[in-house]
């Protein structure tokens, strides 16, 4: 094929040619193609869809025309969607058409690398949260949040139906939830929070034993590192409610263990290792604990050996899933996000511990650092709340958030309003050699 | 071939000491792997060698449309200008929400809808936002409704879609011919009907021929029409959803479109609907205003479906892909999806009942096992088709081998199958021979679950 | 390892880490690595380059900040280095670490992928040139020019030490010419040009029995097709002297046949296909007649059998070679341009043959469109050579061709100067939609 | 595995008709493959499963240094802004020119060395720069030379570059140790001694100790002193050939600076030298001035030894390796490759001769045939050893494992050499048995060279 396809009809992706094509409807006793179309003459349409078709250096092009008018801001901007440093091997790697071109490993004795890597996977979120079971992914944090609420519902020791979750929680996360919790009739509920941290008191007296699960995040949607999760968890168990703990795995290297606070189910979003910024792109994580691995929704994968009695991998407890079970599926989810868990899972594997573990630290630092040099700013104080930071922390501005976003967008910068004089600021490495200058910008625009 | 887990390979523990927070909050130590990045390039690498994808061989898995993924939608997606985050000002991302506003357009002119979300982020998903939509419209209107009816052969997702969402399922038995029981279906749905899901053409391959039957009945109850896109590549420019009377419909962009499936995932599933349902479509939704583009909440959105906006990479590359074929390339590759199954089918010597097909056929493997048959075909260095499935065929073989095969592929392909035709249970029942990996035992994986390095213990 | 590495000691591709290193040095019995370094203390050097380490993320924002230094121009350039649309598959299939990261084939069996590939190459080539030996690759057109000079020392047949060459030749190539004439002794001359093409009678009268060799073009530098090569290749003949022909794979899809005009060797750059713009990265190829077969420089690969009896590839003829023949080579090449051989064979086999003629038909009606539309611009003559172009075309402008070049940079575009008034423009698909804007700038400077 | 010809799988004619040019300026017909794409890719990446890179294993050449190929550089290399055309104002590519000025310092502090060309485009084509900058300045010294000496255990290129030069070689006889003899080489020179070429540590990985004595040795002659780059992975931060006395040197960025060696090239071999043989380096050279960066010509150059300014896209990813190591890493690439080298040494069976070692040994396979113990390693998943060279040991295995390996992969290295140190020849005769391709007959492809799809005829 050519640029000069450009006059070429047909799909260059299909090889066909005419003299095939000719030899094959002869082989099955058609005259043209067309017949083989059973569609009724009263439903048939004449194929004028109005898209043009263009060469493959026209349409990157065209691609690239559109995407232009994107403006070139850096971007300090996080509440569940980060950007670290990928390394390009990762890009590499994953790019193998191996990988990318597989399916679900249906057939594993032709799929033991993807298995492998998904098992491996499976394997860092368990030593990352400390619980037992991990799938080999959601569709991103929102949608593992609302299997993590349908969860609470196939388990006979609990009973209810309310679903508490912090009073500030990304609209979009608490949105995807409604929309679960819609079929199994959850009802979700906000409780207060004090100072960024969950307000236990507050929690404990709206908890009873309707309540069929207790969310809380850390860090949470503003950044703020949880401290007594513990005491949210003893109030899950006290109302014989799940324990579901929102979270990230960079943060996870570094703060005490899921499992040390109670947690039965963690999920979160995992993209941020492996993928970057990408609309909005997520990997959901979903671990929970042994008691709940007949309940699990997703896909997963598990040793076994081969007729050589050599270790395999292969997919497993494949009858709670849709494929099979129907109905009585633990979830309706089959496509999930396999691809982007190779990627953490190099990307994770790459950093190796002490790499993930100096990545969480710089996460507690950054900010840190960032949010006093903003403090200092006439007409922003940061961060508004006490505790520690992971990544990202609110400022009080005294001009108007919208006005403040606004005038760093003309800047150059993009950092999220969360409220009328709030606004929110995230900081990773990717940022590092903006934040002089972003710190400048602030100062001009905030006074 | 073999390869040790990574953490077999380079396992290193990291005490947590001197973080900069207080030791109440962190954990005590860290234990991951540790391979410098020569051993992960080489790790990766051989485990990429231990797995089958489309550039390898055919990939006939029916209903999966494993077709080409063509390189250039990588690099699209992986434009520098596309990876904008989320929660940027609207006037800053004009170039994403043009292009989402254009494969909205598109899509909506393939499957003939009003309007398109693109924020489900896999058919599934897609299933779960249409139905939910559904639901609105009824509770719109006022009349909620207990039962989503579906065909026997339809696929597991509709089942669990539909269970989700809180509704029965009614399960419709196909008729002989292997398509909708008009009889039956007329005596299935009433007032409790909120919706019937079907894929047209169905699992079998073949097309619902009294379409236009069935959605005077389901409508005349009340019900809408909802249509699983996953077998959409049978009919580009021949047949729209739209047109044939569906409400709602999700797309399978890995499938139709040549995304690619990446081993289970990530996908995307749009999901268009007509006018009438527009208002129900998640929240945001990308529209054209005379400063450009801008998202809004239709009138009576359903809500979200995905935290932000889906799998916006894959939805880039279907953009490019459609971009690229436009109405000739789209035509011609579900001309040649059609005449390259209806080619195998005739080539093949299990017998293959029903018929004509479009992009699919099932052949029977009995009175072999289909799933022994299918481990012996991997055997002759190809994928085999998906496995006693549907279940109205008996030892299903179900088969899809898209445009991207040429002649000389299908001959392999059936070459393949007729060498499996032609052997004792006992083969078959040792294969598979040639794969790093022999028979792989699942009862010992379900009935002991190992399903982490930790796991494994000894 | 990690973004915080840039703290960290080391290379992070050399994964010893300290306990194996302690292993090792305990095994070889050495209390430290310093201590294997047998260098006499007169000679050692302290480590202190003054090179500082950098994360990757540090090194590619270095490598970015000095890159982006570079202006935005769209480039009417060409005169042997040439931009054609790369298709990505190009660059998805060569990258794979299997072809990228291999070395010379040394060992066929574990190289037969790498070798049926520049088996392949080669095999286009003699489609291409109609002659029976390409090599596998050189360096870039220039070099393989010298190669064909050297040549031509080691036929028996010729003798004389006179190279003949168009006065019209890319400085650069008569400059590496020079370089490989140096040794042997060649004398390099110009014969003179009429109207962009090989002034046949002057050529004729200036060839005698010293000739070694004489060299052509088609399409000549200036972009003109040659339209009396035959002729040439004649005087060649008469003189019992090589005939070398330059050109270029993608005119040769189009051009009479090198084989057809009497050329005994074709060289010229190939990186035209599967490489694009890269600073004059090239891609040097040799093709020749069979008789020349030992002594033709450069790597060869053969078809030959297995111990199985399968068809099989290897590397032959080595013994031209230096790492065999030492001082008595055909030539001291040793490391070549293989995996841009592979990517050229990529690119020509995505096109096909139809592809290959549509480009080649598009090299020849876009510059004569191009230059039809320039010479209706006020100031600007255009083309001043009366025949058929490829690619490019030379124009005279009223205004000094320097200024018109910097007028037009200042204006985002690019083309050469090639003479007081003369300015040269080459017209590839990927400037087709900067056409219209190019003609409106140099109607601006050219007034 | 088999992969047909892509000519035996889709070929097609052209004719040539109608087209823009005469009839008597076009040829008549052409015939090449035509796969779609999907056809193509599968191709190639079915010929890349048929081959063997570093991040399939180890990957010991001797004197090639192959060692691992950082991804990122190939990303830095493939950027936008890095694809300027060579023929740009000089004011518009100050990138480029920033770069290459960059790289250009680099390499002088890193060899000592006072000004650096990057023409060069192979290690080969830096020795034929140098040879030729040394005979300019003779040239302009009015001091016409015409032998270069050469050590018997030198690489090819050095033989066939002084020969390519115009000069006689001159072949100097290693001492019983394996190195320079100081008493023949001061026999050797002399008036007519253009300059000696050494590589330092030597092909068998020993540092020639009286590097200061040859230099006085070839300098009081008056002839100069070249430094083989390939060796120099074993020397980063310990010690410089512009410090031991040599005046010209190539790098071979492909070895020492981890470009990948893409199946034979491209590499780049820059060339250092003196600030006394500056100029008459290569036309042009890059400078800094006040304005930015130029380039210009040298007051006496040589001229050009590549058509533009050498292979750049190599040079960036040079660069990039160079600037992501720093003063640290490069030194402990260098400690790390001397001590797995002399590991290895230490672990298998073979004897090997001389020492001690830098990054390399040479083993002896004797009395197996090297070439043969070679083909049995491949046996074990491992690329061998380069095999009987130098002549200087008996079936000599060149090995060079770099610091890219584990001592995890050094020890299945000398598990693999053990192995095949216990076989009997008949066993070593018919190897390699687990490659695709068996032993493939050297002689045939010689005795009747087939080397096109056209040659293969029947």
Same mark, same amino acid.
């Given at each position: 094929?050519?640029?000069?396809d450009?006059?070429?009809?047909?799909?260059?992706?299909?090889?066909?040619?005419?003299?095939?094509?000719?030899?094959?409807?002869?082989?099955?006793?058609?005259?043209?193609?067309?017949?083989?179309?059973?569609?009724?003459?009263?439903?048939?349409?004449?194929?004028?869809?109005?898209?043009?078709?263009?060469?493959?250096?026209?349409?990157?092009?065209?691609?690239?025309?559109?995407?232009?008018?994107?403006?070139?801001?850096?971007?300090?901007?996080?509440?569940?969607?980060?950007?670290?440093?990928?390394?390009?091997?990762?890009?590499?790697?994953?790019?193998?058409?191996?990988?990318?071109?597989?399916?679900?490993?249906?057939?594993?004795?032709?799929?033991?690398?993807?298995?492998?890597?998904?098992?491996?996977?499976?394997?860092?979120?368990?030593?990352?949260?400390?619980?037992?079971?991990?799938?080999?992914?959601?569709?991103?944090?929102?949608?593992?949040?609302?299997?993590?609420?349908?969860?609470?519902?196939?388990?006979?020791?609990?009973?209810?139906?309310r679903?508490?979750?912090?009073?500030?929680?990304?609209?979009?996360?608490?949105?995807?939830?409604?929309?679960?919790?819609?079929?199994?009739?959850?009802?979700?509920?906000?409780?207060?929070?004090a100072?960024?941290?969950? /307000?236990? *008191? +507050? =929690?404990?007296?709206s908890?009873?034993?309707? $309540? @069929?699960?207790?969310?809380? &995040?850390? #860090?949470?949607?503003?950044?703020?590192?949880?401290?007594r999760?513990?005491?949210?968890?003893?109030?899950?168990? /006290?109302? *014989? +409610? =799940?324990?579901?703990?929102?979270?990230?795995? $960079? @943060?996870?290297?570094?703060? &005490?263990? #899921?499992?040390?606070?109670?947690?039965?189910?963690?999920?979160?979003?995992?993209?941020?290792?492996?993928?970057?910024?990408?609309?909005?792109?997520?990997?959901?994580?979903?671990?929970?604990?042994?008691?709940?691995?007949?309940?699990? #929704?997703?896909?997963l994968?598990?040793?076994?050996?081969?007729?050589?009695?050599?270790?395999?991998?292969?997919?497993?407890?494949?009858?709670?899933?849709?494929?099979?079970?129907?109905?009585?599926?633990?979830?309706?989810?089959?496509?999930?996000?396999?691809?982007?868990?190779l990627?953490?899972?190099?990307?994770?594997?790459?950093?190796?511990?002490?790499?993930?573990?100096?990545?969480?630290?710089?996460?507690?630092?950054?900010?840190?650092?960032?949010?006093?040099?903003?403090?200092?700013?006439?007409?922003?104080?940061?961060?508004?709340?006490?505790?520690?930071?992971?990544?990202?922390?609110?400022?009080?501005?005294?001009?108007?958030?919208?006005?403040?976003?606004?005038?760093?967008?003309?800047?150059?910068?993009a950092?999220?309003?969360?409220?009328?004089?709030?606004?929110?600021?995230?900081?990773?490495?990717?940022?590092?050699?903006?934040?002089?200058?972003?710190?400048?910008?602030?100062?001009?625009?905030?006074? | 071939?073999?390869?040790?887990?990574?953490?077999?390979?380079a396992?290193?523990?990291?005490?947590?000491?001197?973080?900069?927070?207080?030791?109440?909050?962190t954990?005590?130590?860290?234990?991951?792997?540790?391979?410098?990045?020569?051993?992960?390039?080489?790790?990766?690498?051989?485990?990429?060698?231990?797995?089958?994808?489309?550039e390898?061989?055919?990939?006939?898995?029916?209903?999966?449309?494993?077709?080409?993924?063509?390189?250039?939608?990588?690099t699209?997606?992986?434009?520098?200008?596309?990876?904008?985050?989320p929660?940027?000002?609207?006037?800053?991302?004009?170039?994403?929400?043009?292009?989402?506003?254009?494969?909205?357009?598109?899509?909506?002119?393939?499957?003939?809808m009003?309007?398109?979300?693109?924020?489900?982020?896999?058919?599934?998903?897609?299933?779960?936002?249409?139905?939910?939509?559904?639901k609105?419209?009824?509770?719109?209107?006022?009349?909620?409704?207990?039962?989503?009816?579906?065909?026997?052969?339809?696929?597991?997702?509709?089942?669990?879609?539909?269970?989700?969402?809180?509704?029965e399922?009614?399960?419709?038995?196909?008729?002989?011919?292997?398509?909708?029981?008009?009889?039956?279906?007329?005596?299935?749905?009433?007032?409790?009907?909120?919706?019937?899901?079907?894929?047209?053409?169905?699992?079998?391959?073949?097309?619902?021929?009294?379409?236009?039957?069935?959605?005077?009945?389901?409508?005349?109850?009340?019900?809408?029409?909802?249509?699983?896109?996953?077998?959409?590549?049978?009919?580009?420019?021949?047949?729209?959803?739209?047109?044939?009377?569906?409400?709602?419909?999700?797309?399978?962009v890995?499938?139709?479109?040549?995304?690619?499936?990446?081993?289970?995932?990530?996908?995307?599933?749009?999901?268009?609907?007509?006018?009438?349902?527009?208002?129900?479509?998640?929240?945001?939704?990308?529209?054209e205003?005379?400063?450009?583009?801008?998202?809004?909440?239709?009138?009576?959105?359903?809500?979200?479906?995905?935290?932000?906006?889906?799998?916006?990479?894959?939805?880039?590359?279907?953009?490019?892909?459609?971009?690229?074929?436009?109405?000739?390339?789209?035509?011609?590759?579900?001309?040649?999806?059609?005449?390259?199954?209806?080619?195998?089918?005739?080539?093949?010597?299990?017998?293959?009942?029903f018929?004509?097909?479009?992009?699919?056929?099932?052949?029977?493997?009995?009175?072999q096992?289909?799933?022994?048959?299918?481990?012996?075909?991997?055997?002759?260095?190809?994928?085999?088709?998906?496995?006693?499935?549907?279940?109205?065929?008996?030892?299903?073989?179900?088969?899809?081998?898209?445009?991207?095969?040429?002649?000389?592929?299908?001959?392999?392909?059936?070459a393949?199958?007729?060498?499996?035709?032609?052997?004792?249970?006992?083969?078959?029942?040792?294969?598979?021979?040639?794969?790093?990996?022999?028979?792989?035992?699942?009862?010992?994986?379900?009935?002991?679950?190992?399903?982490?390095?930790?796991?494994?213990?000894?």
């Open positions: 094929m050519s640029e000069s450009e006059s070429t009809t047909g799909s260059p992706y299909a090889p066909q040619t005419p003299s095939e094509t000719a030899a094959m409807l002869s082989a099955v006793g058609a005259d043209d193609v067309e017949s083989l179309f059973d569609v009724p003459e009263s439903v048939a349409f004449d194929g004028e869809f109005g898209i043009e078709s263009r060469s493959e250096r026209e349409t990157r092009r065209e691609a690239a025309r559109l995407l232009k008018r994107n403006d070139d801001l850096t971007e300090f901007l996080g509440r569940g969607h980060y950007a670290h440093y990928v390394p390009a091997v990762v890009d590499d790697l994953s790019s193998r058409s191996e990988f990318l071109t597989s399916y679900t490993q249906y057939q594993p004795e032709v799929a033991q690398g993807f298995l492998q890597a998904l098992f491996e996977f499976q394997s860092m979120l368990v030593e990352l949260t400390g619980l037992d079971v991990a799938n080999c992914s959601m569709y991103d944090d929102a949608t593992a949040l609302g299997e993590a609420a349908t969860l609470s519902q196939r388990i006979r020791s609990i009973s209810g139906d679903v508490l979750v912090p009073e500030r929680l990304r609209d979009g996360k608490r949105a995807v939830l409604e929309n679960y919790a819609d079929g199994p009739g959850l009802s979700i509920e906000s409780y207060p929070m100072d960024g941290q969950v /307000d236990i *008191d +507050a =929690l404990a007296e908890a009873d034993e309707d $309540v @069929a699960m207790v969310y809380a &995040e850390t #860090p949470t949607v503003r950044g703020v590192v949880a401290e999760l513990g005491d949210v968890g003893e109030v899950a168990d /006290d109302s *014989d +409610a =799940l324990f579901c703990l929102g979270s990230d795995p $960079v @943060a996870l290297a570094l703060l &005490e263990r #899921p499992a040390d606070v109670g947690a039965d189910v963690v999920v979160g979003d995992a993209a941020s290792l492996g993928t970057g910024t990408a609309f909005g792109f997520g990997l959901g994580m979903f671990v929970t604990r042994e008691e709940f691995l007949r309940q699990v #929704p997703g896909r994968v598990g040793a076994s050996e081969d007729a050589a009695g050599r270790r395999a991998y292969t997919l497993t407890l494949q009858t709670r899933e849709q494929h099979i079970r129907k109905e009585r599926a633990t979830s309706n989810i089959c496509t999930n996000q396999a691809w982007v868990a990627r953490t899972a190099i990307h994770a594997a790459w950093l190796g511990p002490q790499g993930l573990v100096d990545l969480a630290e710089d996460c507690v630092t950054r900010p840190r650092d960032l949010a006093a040099r903003l403090d200092e700013v006439v007409g922003v104080q940061a961060p508004i709340h006490d505790g520690h930071h992971f990544r990202e922390f609110v400022a009080h501005t005294d001009q108007p958030a919208r006005a403040i976003v606004e005038d760093l967008a003309a800047r150059g910068f950092v999220h309003a969360v409220g009328e004089h709030l606004i929110q600021v995230c900081a990773t490495e990717v940022t590092a050699e903006s934040e002089e200058a972003f710190i400048e910008a602030v100062a001009e625009v905030a006074g | 071939r073999y390869e040790p887990l990574l953490s077999e390979k396992d290193r523990e990291v005490e947590i000491e001197d973080s900069p927070l207080p030791d109440e909050l954990r005590d130590s860290l234990s991951l792997p540790d391979p410098a990045e020569p051993e992960l390039a080489r790790h990766y690498t051989r485990l990429s060698q231990m797995n089958y994808g489309v390898n061989g055919p990939f006939p898995l029916g209903s999966c449309t494993m077709k080409y993924n063509p390189s250039f939608t990588e699209v997606a992986a434009r520098d200008d596309a990876a904008v985050h929660d940027r000002p609207e006037s800053t991302i004009q170039g994403t929400l043009a292009l989402c506003h254009r494969l909205q357009d598109y899509l909506g002119r393939i499957g003939g009003d309007a398109v979300t693109l924020q489900p982020p896999a058919g599934a998903a897609g299933e779960f936002t249409g139905i939910q939509i559904a609105a419209y009824h509770r719109h209107n006022d009349d909620e409704r207990s039962e989503v009816v579906i065909p026997d052969s339809a696929h597991g997702t509709n089942f669990a879609t539909a269970a989700m969402a809180g509704y399922v009614v399960e419709l038995p196909s008729d002989d011919d292997g398509r909708v029981d008009v009889d039956a279906l007329s005596a299935a749905v009433g007032e409790e009907t909120a919706a019937l899901m079907l894929t047209n053409p169905n699992t079998l391959g073949l097309f619902e021929r009294d379409i236009e039957e069935i959605a005077d009945i389901v409508h005349d109850a009340g019900g809408l029409l909802y249509y699983d896109g996953a077998n959409l590549n049978a009919l580009l420019g021949r047949a729209r959803p739209g047109d044939m009377g569906f409400d709602v419909m999700h797309y399978n890995h499938k139709t479109f040549a995304t690619p499936h990446g081993g289970g995932g990530p996908g995307a599933g749009p999901v268009g609907v007509t006018e009438e349902l527009a208002k129900f479509l998640p929240d945001p939704h990308v529209r205003v005379s400063s450009g583009y801008e998202h809004y909440t239709p009138e009576h959105s359903i809500g979200k479906v995905h935290g932000y906006y889906g799998n916006w990479p894959v939805l880039v590359k279907a953009f490019a892909y459609i971009a690229r074929l436009g109405d000739d390339g789209l035509a011609d590759a579900s001309a040649k999806a059609v005449l390259n199954a209806n080619y195998l089918a005739e080539q093949i010597s299990y017998d293959v009942p018929g004509p097909f479009h992009h699919e056929f099932v052949a029977s493997a009995a009175p096992d289909a799933a022994d048959a299918a481990k012996r075909m991997l055997d002759h260095g190809v994928h085999p088709p998906t496995t006693k499935w549907p279940e109205i065929v008996d030892e299903a073989l179900m088969t899809e081998p898209t445009e991207a095969e040429s002649k000389r592929s299908l001959d392999q392909l059936a393949a199958f007729d060498a499996v035709a032609e052997e004792d249970d006992a083969t078959l029942a040792s294969a598979p021979e040639r794969p790093a990996a022999k028979r792989i035992d699942q009862v010992v994986a379900a009935r002991e679950p190992r399903l982490s390095w930790q796991a494994l213990g000894e």
